[in-house]
């Protein structure tokens, strides 16, 4: 693996989540629940109780803001190393995991570990432990076979 340090660049790191951190927190204060995407995806596309605007206009920020980047500024060179039947699986274990873990990375390893749940806590462990075991299995074991 190769980091290219020149490239680092740590005060738009430092941006983008004050704005995570900024928008979880005025998302909760507004609609007293959590920021976590998959829950918000989930209970959009099953049309659950209300808030449906906010929900969509949140979801909304998280498509549109990738696009303002580029046309600001630079888009980085982005490099995908596995093929369709790679992606695909991955995506498939990520939305089995979200529902089996009761949420993302967003809902327990942003606003969960900013409540100190112990609960977020245990759930982040385990799937920051299980995608470096994946991670390891598959370039190191497996040779990226996917």
């Known amino acids: 693996m190769y980091i290219d340090w020149p490239a680092f660049t740590p005060w738009s790191a430092l941006a983008g989540g004050a704005l995570i951190g900024l928008s979880s927190s005025l998302f909760i204060l507004a609609n007293g629940r959590i920021a976590g995407i998959s829950?918000?995806?989930g209970s959009l596309l099953q049309r659950e109780d209300g808030g449906l605007g906010e929900k969509?206009?949140?979801?909304?920020?998280?498509?549109?803001?990738?696009?303002?980047?580029?046309?600001l500024s630079e888009a980085?060179?982005?490099?995908?190393?596995?093929g369709w039947a790679g992606l695909l699986m991955a995506g498939l274990l990520v939305g089995v995991?979200?529902?089996?873990?009761?949420?993302?990375?967003?809902?327990?390893?942003?606003?969960?570990?900013?409540?100190?749940?112990?609960?977020?806590?245990?759930?982040?462990?385990?799937?920051?432990a299980t995608g470096f075991l994946t991670a390891f299995v598959l370039r190191h074991l497996l040779g990226g076979a996917l």
């Open 97 to 128: 995991g979200t529902r089996l873990g009761s949420g993302c990375t967003s809902g327990h390893g942003v606003c969960g570990l900013a409540r100190l749940s112990l609960r977020s806590l245990v759930a982040t462990l385990c799937f920051m």
């Open 76 to 82: 980085p060179e982005v490099r995908i190393e596995t």
């Open 39 to 41: 829950g918000l995806l």
């Open 56 to 71: 969509a206009l949140f979801l909304l920020g998280l498509l549109l803001s990738p696009l303002l980047w580029v046309a």
